[in-house]
Each structure stands twice: as structure tokens, then as C-alpha cells.
């Protein structure tokens, strides 16, 4: 999914299902545009799979905005023969405001899987960036036996490639890497950075989405762009064994730069449990995210922030408010809120600040999976809301956080959801 800003607004090219075809394989790019990154407007087929080399999928692509303002378009295709290759497509007229119609690159594909690498291991190129040689460098997901790797093409033109001699990053054990995302963040500023911004207080975030267990992962690092290796800050943080971008049902993420804010934008996709018979009688298959903004987190510098777009702000009609709630040990608070189907909820805590001082209890173990859920007790928690629950709380799922304190005295807070029931 590519998601470039263009001057009439926010413009979005996603997966969907073509209705003639009855497999998953034959997906068309749908199109739709926006003002708000809110209120979407659904446009006709951006493109099909109507070649040889795109005949069995068009898939995962990404924009890039050329200085003379040019758009160019890589996505990975599934050949008649399922080999995974990489395609150029541009609007066949800038001028159209809604980019109606794209033109395939008649020169595709413009890349194919390189010796060593499997022939369905070759997917989903990157937003390009510029290297300090003056060229466009785009990354790709691929696996060598069970390592996960980022591959790495310099051009000039986008349709004749070079492959850098070493691969961007490798982690072992972390099988195909899908949908690698690649992007700096600056430590010092608030604001979003464009994808070829290096040097001084800046790191840079490589993501990936781990096929074999459907989650995405992010690590922070340093990027060296002469040798183009990238180094993670935290080697028990690696890409695919530590941090995750969603703890939640969130996967094949994309960062795109909005020059217009000086923000980076998040997208999310979220997959449903709905047969794929069910997905093509209805016409359309899962749901995309909430935008969110990306920020390097200054407080910890250990990890990036993120918070769902001021813009979903438009989308509140009334609002109801309740100060100083005291939550007693064990105690329930309703909240009489109307019907809570659709709510954007935003809570402030206040923790007993010398209590919390003066506690003894050490519970390093803690795990928002493993330490028994909301029913958990401890010093300090759990506390939170519960959402999506009928009126005896025999349905519920607990939001909620936990403090838990180590041996050394210092809490850590887990924010966690307890779906048992």
C-alpha cells in the first residue's frame, strides 16, 4: 500500500479484491482520495493484473516524489509463472488531480530476484532515498534459508538497477521479511524528516513485517550511507526480536513523509478472520488504521512514539467528561457515556505518588500475556477501563495498566488488554 500527498489532497492506493476473480492472488490497487486523511472518497482501479508479469498479483508498492516533480510508483508482481518482481508505473497525467489512470513502465519488470535468492523471497520495495553519490537507493524484503534480510538497489533512472555488494541489515531466525519500511527520525526536533535526511542527531527506524508470524517489528539504528549498512542501537532490540510497532492485530505497516506538516505518517493493516469466500460475496477485504504520526521517543531514546493524526479530532460530534474518578482497590466505576460503540477516549491517572514511593513490592517479571491478565492483583494495578462489555461483565475486555516495580526500586509501567473474555 502507498499512501503519497499530492496537491489535492491525500491520495491512498490499497489492496483490493478484484470482483471477477475467486483467488487471493489476483488483487487489483484500488484508489481513493482525501482532504483530511478522514473522509475518503473511493475511486475507480489504479491498476489490475493485466501482464505477464503482474498477471497472478499486483502487489505491495511504494511512492517516491522526484525534484522534478515526477511520481513514480515500484510494486512487486506475480509473474504466470509466480516469480516475484519489481515494476515501475507513473500517472499517465500529472495534471489530473485525481491520478486516474497509471501507465506500466513497458520495460517491466525492472528487477528480478538475484542469484541466491528465492523466486517468491523478492518483495515489496521501499519509498527510494538519495545516497551520497547522488543516486536513488531503494531496500527489499527478502530470506536467506531462515535469515531475514534487507536487500539494496542503486539507480539513477528507476528502471536500470544495481545491487549493493552487502545487505542493509541480516537477522537470523526471523524467516521472510515482508513490507520493509526505512526512514529517518530526528532525536533533537519534534517534526517528521524526509526519507534521504542524514547526518547529525538523526536515527533511523528499520521496520519489517515478519511473514512466518504475521507481526510487525521495528528496531532504532545508526545508517552509515556510504558502506549503506545499518546497525542496530540495541542488538537484543534486533528487527523481528524486539520491539513491535502494534501489540495488537496490526501488520504491513507504511511510513510516508508529509512535507506539507513536516510529519511522518503511519499506516497500518489489519487483517480479519472472514473466509475468503466471505471477503469476495461481500466485496472488499480487512481495514486499514487510523493514521498515525511518528516521533523518535527524546524521553527514553529507546524506542519511536506514535499517536493517532490530530485530524481524527473531526470526527468527535460530543464530548463527556468526568474529573477526579477515585478508583478504590477493587472498585468499578461506571461511566455513563451513551452507547459505546464508536468512542475516542482520552485518560489522565494520578498514582499516590508517596505511596508508590515507600512500596516494597518487586514484581520484575511482570508480562502483560503471562502475569494472568486484568484479574492480576498487585500493589499498583491493574487499573484502567473496560470496553466492550454487556451489563453483567460476563463479556468484557479490560484495557489497562500495571505498575510493577523492580528490585532496584524503579516502577515500570506495562499498558496491556486482557481479551479471556
Given at each position: 500500500m502507498v499512501s503519497p500527498l499530492y496537491h489535492m489532497g491525500w491520495y491512498h492506493l490499497f489492496?483490493?479484491?478484484?470482483?471477477?476473480?475467486?483467488?487471493?492472488?489476483?488483487?487489483?490497487?484500488?484508489?481513493?482520495?482525501?482532504?483530511?486523511?478522514?473522509?475518503?472518497?473511493?475511486?475507480p482501479f489504479a491498476m489490475v493484473p493485466d501482464q505477464w508479469y503482474d498477471i497472478n498479483g499486483v502487489w505491495t508498492g511504494?511512492?517516491?516524489?522526484?525534484?522534478?516533480?515526477?511520481?513514480?510508483m515500484l510494486y512487486t508482481g506475480s509473474t504466470n509463472d509466480e516469480v516475484q518482481v519489481q515494476n515501475l508505473a507513473y500517472p499517465a497525467n500529472l495534471s489530473?488531480?485525481?491520478?486516474?489512470?497509471?501507465?506500466?513502465?513497458?520495460?517491466?519488470?525492472?528487477?528480478?530476484?538475484?542469484p541466491g535468492i528465492g523466486t517468491k523471497d523478492f518483495r515489496d520495495p521501499t519509498t527510494a532515498w538519495l545516497g551520497p553519490n547522488g543516486k536513488w537507493r531503494?531496500?527489499?524484503?527478502?530470506?536467506?534459508?531462515?535469515?531475514?534480510?534487507?536487500?539494496?538497489?542503486?539507480?539513477?533512472?528507476?528502471?536500470?538497477?544495481?545491487?549493493?555488494?552487502?545487505?542493509?541489515?541480516a537477522v537470523p531466525g526471523t524467516g521472510m521479511w515482508e513490507c520493509v519500511d526505512f526512514y529517518p527520525v530526528s532525536t533533537t526536533e519534534s517534526n517528521g524528516l524526509d526519507t534521504s535526511v542524514t547526518g547529525p542527531g538523526i536515527k533511523h527506524v528499520l521496520k519489517s513485517s515478519l511473514d512466518d508470524d504475521k507481526h510487525d517489528y521495528y528496531?532504532?539504528?545508526?545508517?552509515?550511507?556510504?558502506?549503506?549498512?545499518?546497525?542496530?542501537?540495541?542488538?537484543e532490540l534486533d528487527?523481528?526480536?524486539?520491539?513491535?510497532?502494534?501489540?495488537?492485530?496490526?501488520?504491513?505497516?507504511?511510513?510516508?513523509?508529509?512535507?506539507?506538516?513536516?510529519?511522518?505518517?503511519?499506516?497500518g493493516w489489519i487483517g480479519e478472520t472472514d473466509s475468503e469466500a466471505a471477503d469476495i460475496l461481500k466485496g472488499w477485504a480487512s481495514v486499514q488504521t487510523i493514521p498515525r504520526e511518528v516521533v523518535f521517543d527524546k524521553k527514553?531514546?529507546?524506542?519511536?512514539?506514535?499517536?493517532?493524526?490530530?485530524?481524527?479530532e473531526k470526527l468527535r460530534s460530543k464530548s463527556t467528561v468526568y474529573k477526579k474518578v477515585v478508583l478504590e482497590p477493587g472498585s468499578l466505576v461506571p461511566l455513563d457515556v451513551g452507547l459505546a460503540t464508536q468512542l475516542d477516549?482520552?485518560?489522565?491517572?494520578?498514582?499516590?505518588?508517596?505511596?508508590?514511593?515507600?512500596?516494597?513490592?518487586?514484581?520484575?517479571?511482570?508480562?502483560?500475556?503471562?502475569?494472568?491478565?486484568?484479574?492480576?492483583?498487585?500493589?499498583?494495578?491493574?487499573?484502567?477501563?473496560v470496553v466492550l462489555a454487556d451489563e453483567s461483565l460476563t463479556e468484557q475486555t479490560p484495557v489497562y495498566f500495571y505498575i510493577a516495580k523492580g528490585t532496584d526500586g524503579v516502577a515500570q509501567t506495562h499498558f496491556c488488554a486482557d481479551q479471556s473474555k
Open positions: 489492496y483490493q479484491y478484484n470482483p471477477d476473480a475467486a483467488v487471493w492472488g489476483n488483487i487489483t490497487w484500488g484508489h481513493a482520495i482525501s482532504k483530511d486523511l478522514i473522509n475518503w472518497f473511493h475511486l511504494s511512492a517516491t516524489f522526484l525534484p522534478d516533480g515526477r511520481i513514480i489530473d488531480p485525481l491520478l486516474l489512470e497509471w501507465v506500466k513502465y513497458p520495460g517491466n519488470p525492472v528487477l528480478v530476484p538475484p531503494v531496500a527489499l524484503g527478502s530470506k536467506v534459508n531462515k535469515t531475514g534480510i534487507t536487500l539494496v538497489y542503486e539507480t539513477t533512472d528507476f528502471t536500470s538497477y544495481e545491487l549493493l555488494e552487502d545487505v542493509m541489515h528496531a532504532l539504528g545508526t545508517y552509515d550511507p556510504v558502506s549503506s549498512k545499518w546497525t542496530p542501537d540495541d542488538p528487527v523481528g526480536i524486539g520491539l513491535r510497532l502494534d501489540y495488537g492485530k496490526y501488520y504491513a505497516s507504511k511510513t510516508f513523509y508529509d512535507q506539507n506538516m513536516q510529519r511522518r505518517l503511519l499506516w527514553t531514546g529507546t524506542n519511536i512514539l506514535q499517536w493517532p493524526i490530530k485530524e481524527v477516549i482520552l485518560a489522565t491517572f494520578e498514582i499516590d505518588k508517596e505511596a508508590l514511593k515507600t512500596s516494597v513490592e518487586a514484581d520484575v517479571g511482570y508480562n502483560c500475556t503471562t502475569s494472568g491478565g486484568a484479574s492480576s492483583r498487585g500493589a499498583f494495578g491493574p487499573f484502567g477501563l
